[in-house]
């Protein structure tokens, strides 16, 4: 039986009234799920907890879900297949239910065996970025239906309304790059996606609902320890897992009156807030695994409030006890290794 932990306490925008009167009072929820990266050679656990995720929040209900992004981990045309075959069968392949935004792995793929690691560098560099794109385009087409694009050369960004709520959706996986994107996980946004952004600013529908921006990456630090940021994980994080430009973006996004940011990339889930920016990362919806809980945000708009928060679900047959212990386990681990590291 499906148990619901409520994790993450309310947005502090919370309350807004005054928007989306067009919508009226009436009720409108989102789930948020990002970076399930199925694949059907390398994660097939990752599928089975895909498909338990889904089916438990469409027992739960909700109106409208957006995946941001990772849904398949190896760019691959039958992984592709795979993930439109899962969402079809839910009947979520459709662009009122379902919203999705690519991520580095739909484009690039990823290392996923340890020999990979060494092969990969030189392999990224011959992957055509544009064909990549366009299948992921096209592998979820449906889900584009209706958008309203602004720029002619590029499906992003493009407008969805749903509900009370308008989606910006954004491409924020730039091309290869030897000293700013080595192996294809940092992050920026296209010159052409800022100017289309200028071009949109001020339009009314911004006003009128509550926007939504949905992108892959992150907007906080891989480490949250500012005492760990001048170890190695902050080199990582510097030169691997970096989103470029995010000061000018968050400024683009304060000029359209975002409300939420919607992502993924670093694999857990959190809330958290910049420049008065709600965000919500959802990308440890099922690669969290060694805790073995699904996760996902739900974003609420009841009676012209809403409202964000983080739920989890047991996999069933998992122990939640043991769970503890394992989370515990990992956590002290963690710490351990990066004393070592630092002391070396
Ligand atoms: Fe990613």
């Known amino acids: 039986m499906r148990t619901i932990d409520e994790v993450v306490a309310n947005s502090p925008r919370n309350g807004r009234t005054g928007r989306s009167a067009a919508f009226g009072q009436k009720n409108y929820s989102i789930v948020h799920i990002s970076d399930p990266h199925l694949s059907h050679r390398y994660y097939r656990e990752h599928i089975k907890s895909f498909k338990l995720l889904v089916r438990n929040v ?19 045309v039958e992984d592709f297949y795979v993930t439109r075959k899962i969402l079809s069968g839910f009947d979520l392949l459709d662009s009122e239910r379902l919203t999705v935004v690519p991520g580095n792995h739909d484009i690039f793929g990823g290392p996923h065996r340890a020999v990979d690691v060494l092969s990969f560098p ?3 560099r011959n992957v055509d970025y544009r064909r990549n794109l366009s299948l992921f385009n096209e592998a979820f087409t449906e889900t584009f239906d209706g958008v309203r694009r602004v720029s002619d050369s590029s499906m992003y960004p493009f407008i969805k309304e749903a ?11 730039p091309k290869w790059s030897l000293w700013h994107n080595p192996v ?42 500012p005492a760990m940021r001048n170890t190695i994980f902050g080199q990582i994080e510097s030169r ?3 989103m470029r430009k995010l000061r000018k973006l968050l400024k683009y996004f304060a000029d ?15 809330l958290y807030e910049r420049k008065g920016l709600q965000l919500a990362n959802g990308a440890g919806a099922v690669c969290n695994d060694p805790v073995r809980f699904l996760k996902y945000n739900r974003l609420n708009f009841v009676s ?10 047991p996999i069933p047959g998992s122990n939640p006890v043991k769970v503890d212990v394992l989370q515990k386990l990992r956590k002290d681990i963690k710490i351990h290794r990066a004393a070592a590291l630092m002391a070396s």
């Not at 996980?185 to 339009?203: H, K």
Request: hydrophobic share 40%.
């Open 240 to 242: 691997m897992m970096r």
């Open 304 to 313: 012209g409030r809403t409202t964000i928060k983080t739920y989890t679900l």
């Open 256 to 270: 359209l009156n975002v409300q939420y940011i919607l992502h993924g990339h670093i694999h857990r889930n959190e």
């Open 122 to 124: 030189k392999y990224i």
């Open 184 to 225: 294809g996980s940092n992050g920026c946004i296209s010159r052409e996606q800022f100017d289309a952004l200028s071009l949109i600013a001020g339009d009314p529908v911004f006003e009128e609902k509550i926007p939504i921006v949905v992108i892959h990456h992150h907007f906080n630090h891989l480490v949250s320890d």
């Open 163 to 173: 509900g009370p709520f308008t989606i910006i959706g954004l491409n924020s996986i």
């Open 58 to 76: 469409i027992k739960s209900g909700f109106d409208h879900m957006i995946i941001s992004g990772d849904l398949v981990s190896t760019g691959d």
